[in-house]
């Protein structure tokens, strides 16, 4: 079943309730590792990337249990310190189990990650860190292999504001024997769950969500409950498709901080975002939508998992839009099938120059990784036809329930089989 059928010509309407960030819960698994005793998370999504991170922790000994949006941890009887090649390919955010097994462990052996569909995605900058903390780490046939040598305090500044290095870089520091500040570290909303969670289970970690984090390190941790903060992309891509289809959505278990950046580009095109209190927000678009230039950024700049689903958006809007992708340098794949669609799309480099036209049409596409499959969707439903995505497990790697959830709002979203 891994096609999925989506009608056009609706003009979306109703309630759609977000789920927990995949982005916060697939660190926080690996954090579990460090514990001592079962930590329970709450509000998990049912996603793809969280059963791979569920037979991560397993392979290495972890107890999991799921039950509704309730994920149940016991690291107790972890027996292993090495993440196997086969789990590492199947996701790269399975590499973030080495800084918790340098916690727990002082060592760690993990396959090197492969490149995938949006850009090479080394891990240069994790190791770096890693070493500068007194682990020396060694790369051969494959793997990386990490051992504790001479921890020591120290001061990391990364090369650039990479999410998943520091957070790899707290989960080792917060089980250490030293002192660790990380300068240009990323602001993002999850580095802050994150800081939340180790914290509630004995770390002393301050400064997530600025540029600088301080670490004392402590010799263990406990097992804590902790409810995983709402997906700010879920929702954003949301938002995009309410405007896209001239539609009006309230979308319910929302941060509005996280999606400021967001809410100023959808603004800007002329749709209406209106917060209400609670977590609560709701778009119009039905205005007529005009043209906006875009840069990806770290946060709190405009998201680059919310670049294809604005492309999509600014596709089917007359006028000129120039969008410039600065955080992965081959996160352009969803411009072949949006053209399928009858997108006017010029690509040079990292920059996309889209010439908006008034509708686009349903064609048969296919989802090149999760957020293209989103902006596929979101194009879908403006066409008049149907639309055709092929290989949607991609989608269903970060978007829970998508056909409930789309036909809630009134759009025709089937899968069908190959
Ligand atoms: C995380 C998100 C992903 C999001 C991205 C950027 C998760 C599970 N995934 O990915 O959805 O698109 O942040 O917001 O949270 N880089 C290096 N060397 C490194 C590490 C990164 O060159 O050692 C580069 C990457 O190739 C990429 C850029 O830095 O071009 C950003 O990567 P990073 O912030 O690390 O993204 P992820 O943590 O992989």
Known sequence: MNKLLIGGGTRVSGRVRVSGSKNATLPIMAACLLARKECILHQVPDLDDVKVMEEVLVSLGAKVKRENGTLVINPENINSYELPEYLSRRMRASNLVMGALLGRFGKARVAYPGGCAIGQRPMDIHLKGFREMGYR???????????????????????????????????????????????????????????????????????????????????????????????????????????????????ENVVAEHLVPVTAKMRETGAEVIHYNGGTLRVLGKRKLGPVDIKTMPYPGFP???????????????????????????????????????????????????????????????????????????????????????????????????????????????????
């Open 137 to 251: 780490i060694d790369e051969c046939y494959g793997y990386i292999e990490g051992q504790a040598e001479n921890l020591v305090d120290c001061e990391i500044m990364l090369d650039f504001p990479s999410v998943g290095a520091t957070e790899n870089l707290m989960m080792a520091a917060a089980v250490s024997k030293g002192n660790t500040v990380i300068r240009n570290a990323a602001r993002e909303p999850e580095i802050v769950d994150m800081q939340n969670f180790l914290n509630r289970m004995g770390a002393r970690i301050r400064g997530a969500g600025l540029d600088v984090i301080r670490i004392e390190g402590v010799s263990e941790l406990n097992g804590v409950e902790h409810e995983v903060i709402p997906d700010r992309i879920e929702a954003g891509t949301f938002m995009v498709l309410a405007a896209a289809s001239k539609g009006d959505v309230v979308i």
């Open 304 to 418: 680059t998992d919310m670049q294809p689903q604005m492309m999509a958006l600014l596709s089917a809007v007359e006028g000129t839009s120039v969008i410039v992708e600065t955080i992965f340098e081959n996160r352009f794949m969803h411009v072949n099938e949006l053209r399928r669609m009858g997108a006017d799309i010029k690509v040079e480099g990292r920059v996309a120059i889209i010439k908006g036209k008034n509708r686009l049409r349903g064609a048969t596409v296919e989802a090149t990784d999760l957020r293209a499959g989103a902006a596929l969707v979101i194009a879908a439903v403006g066409c008049e036809e149907e639309t055709i995505i092929n290989n949607a497990f991609h989608i269903d790697r970060g978007y829970e329930k998508i056909e409930e959830k789309l036909g809630a709002l009134g759009v025709k979203a089937v899968r069908i089989a190959s």
